[in-house]
């Protein structure tokens, strides 16, 4: 089975600007969480799809959004960018996103916010 | 509060020596515990879970963890270190709270194996 992918890999905004991040899952999995990795705050939970329905979410600004479409795949978005939002953005997924469940990840995006 | 420590920021360890990472945890209920890998400029690689039964744990390249629940410890392990073992480990538990489901990690730690 193919594995996790997301694109871009990589990006370069400016303050202010907006960016959608988008993530295919593993064939299967209906639940999608996003993460976000910088070296000051380490790996933070942003949100959790699951058919559909956001399940879960974060501590995250309302700037922060995301959706997950029929076939699974999610996208990302961040309005208004601020300099600290420069980070790797990490997709996972999982058959059920239950207690044992395992997600599995994707190679990231990297953000940058000039 | 629910929550996840890797005491240690580097592990270092000689080529062919066994190898320890710590991870402690603090979670209500029954944890669900896993170890990820990461490597530079990639997403994580997941290497074994803990949810029930036998106390250790076999998984991906080797690695194996010890979960101890009188501790409230998971720590990974594996017998020969290589030094492709090289890179940052992240230790998880998942958070079940109402309906409140997402996954804690540790800060990671980074192994350097030197030949």
């Known amino acids: 089975k193919a594995g996790v992918t997301q694109t871009p890999r990589y990006l370069i905004k400016t303050r202010g600007q907006q960016v959608t991040l988008s993530c295919s899952p593993i064939?299967?999995?209906?639940?999608v969480s996003w993460y976000q990795q910088t070296p000051g705050q380490g790996l933070q939970f942003l949100f959790e799809?699951?058919?559909?329905?956001?399940?879960n979410k974060g501590n995250f600004p309302g700037r922060f959004s995301g959706r997950q479409f029929s076939n699974s795949r999610s996208e990302m978005n961040v309005s208004t960018l601020e300099l600290g939002d420069s980070a790797l953005y990490l997709c996972a997924s999982g058959v059920s996103g239950g207690g044992g469940d395992t997600q599995y990840f994707g190679p990231g995006t990297r953000l940058t916010v000039l | 509060a629910q929550s996840v420590a890797q005491p240690e920021d580097q592990v270092n360890v000689a080529e062919g020596n066994p190898l320890t990472v710590k991870c402690t945890y603090s979670v209500s209920g029954n944890p669900y515990l896993f170890w990820y890998v990461q490597y530079p400029n990639r997403g994580l690689q997941f290497l074994l879970k803990y949810i029930t039964g036998d106390n250790l744990v076999k998984g991906s390249y080797g690695f194996e963890a010890e979960f101890n629940k009188s501790q409230t410890s998971f720590h990974l392990k594996k017998p020969s270190a290589l030094v492709s073992d090289s890179a940052l480990y992240f230790c998880a538990v998942r958070v079940l709270r109402g309906a409140t489901n997402k996954l804690i990690f540790g800060t990671g730690t980074l192994l350097a194996v030197q030949p």
């Open positions: 799809y699951f058919s559909e329905t956001q399940r």
């Open positions: 064939s299967g999995h209906r639940s």
